[in-house]
């Protein structure tokens, strides 16, 4: 099985292996070699990222990484950078340029306008435009990648910027503009209806109430697809690629790789692979609760947490099928006012508020 996964991962990643090495080496030596060369991409792909980190930081003083609120994104030349906050509704645009003339401002402003245009183009990990109808004219219309310079026309006139002056970490003086702007006051009810079909699919496929997905997704990201955590997590359901990630890839696939976050990017892929993974509990950990709500209940919970703490939250240890009798001894609304009085964390306790709350939201969809 290790063998295959590596073979699918080469693959997937573009690596392409002589086929006389595979004819001349045993087999213990060809697999090592795998090994060593998916390693070595690994490791590459790394260096590659902290190189990247300290040549924004070097004009920049910092680098400033995206979570599940906030998409953060840098101009191919890293003098332009922009903050989606998918949360709050609020986009900050800020451009630095080198400061040498009275034509700064204006050099400033121009590269704010192409920040703009770059939010919202497809040049993204999902390939699409994120902010697609969240953002309007003065009149209403949606701005698209079509009218994005009557947006800018519109805009930046109107929008008080904030000016500052700084020396980087490379020694050069730099003036950083900053602007903020608003997105639609529907924005999120916006990408919840881009995101619906996916669930209401895989709903059906998984036999998983399509309001339980919505609502998850809208609290572990806010339908934020370049959403990430620290964990690291990634994607709409915030998919761990060494424990969620893996489990479905185990059970759906046959393979023990851990999925790529720009697969996970990818907002049909997340869904699926979030959907699965509740499904798998409902099958194996919390097989044998008896009532749905209550099945509900700790499958939401475990997903913020982990199965093992929401069993200690029962009886005060680990051990699922413990805890899964004593479940069964209760009713739902005794065992949810028990999870909040017990679970181990306030953020699972209000994870587990959160989604009950949005799923009644989305029930009338």
Do not use: C
């Not at 183009?121 to 390939?127: F, K, L, Q, Y």
């Not at 026309?153 to 490379?170: A, C, I, N, R, W």
């Not at 851990?258 to 049909?268: A, E, G, R, T, V």
């Amino acid at each position: 099985m290790r063998l295959k996964a590596l073979l699918m991962a080469f693959i997937i990643l573009g690596i392409v292996i002589p086929s006389s090495s595979t004819v001349s080496q045993p087999f213990e030596d060809y697999l090592k070699d795998q090994e060593r060369l998916l390693n070595q991409f690994v490791e590459d792909d790394e260096r590659a990222f902290e190189k990247y980190k300290a040549d924004v930081e070097k004009k920049w003083n910092e680098y400033i990484s995206s979570t599940p609120e906030e998409w953060v994104s840098y101009a191919d030349d890293l003098e332009g950078m922009s903050r989606v906050n998918f949360e709050d509704g609020i986009i900050i645009i800020e451009a630095i340029v080198e400061t040498h003339s009275p034509g700064d401002m204006n050099e400033a402003k121009a590269k704010v306008a192409k920040q703009i245009e770059n939010l919202l183009s497809d040049d993204n990990a999902t390939g699409s435009n994120l902010l697609a109808g969240q953002l309007r004219l003065v009149d209403g219309t949606p701005v698209t990648p079509d009218n994005v310079n009557r947006y800018t026309g519109e805009v930046l006139p109107e929008t008080k910027e904030t000016v500052s002056h700084y020396e980087g970490k490379d020694g050069v003086g730099r003036m950083k503009v900053q602007l903020e702007i608003l997105m639609a006051p529907d924005h999120i009810r916006q990408r919840a209806r881009e995101y619906l079909p996916m669930a209401q699919e895989h709903s059906v496929m998984y036999n998983i109430d399509v309001s339980l997905i919505m609502a998850m997704i809208e609290t572990e990201s806010t339908f934020n697809p370049m959403a990430k955590s620290s964990a690291p997590a990634y994607g709409l359901m915030q998919i761990v690629p060494r424990y969620a990630g893996l489990e479905v890839n185990r059970r759906l696939f046959n393979s023990d790789e851990k999925p790529k976050p720009s697969f996970l990017y990818q907002p049909d892929n997340n869904i699926h692979f979030g959907t699965a993974y509740l499904s798998s509990m409902r099958a194996r950990q919390f097989r044998n609760i008896m009532d749905e709500q209550s099945a509900m209940y700790m499958m939401i919970a475990a997903y913020n947490t982990g199965p093992s703490n929401v069993a200690r939250a029962i009886l005060g240890r680990t051990g699922i099928n413990d805890a899964v009798e004593a479940v069964n001894k209760m009713t739902p609304a005794t065992l949810y006012d028990h999870l909040i009085e017990n679970l181990p964390s306030q953020e699972t306790r209000d994870y587990l508020v959160k989604v009950t709350t949005r799923m009644m939201h989305y029930e009338q969809w």
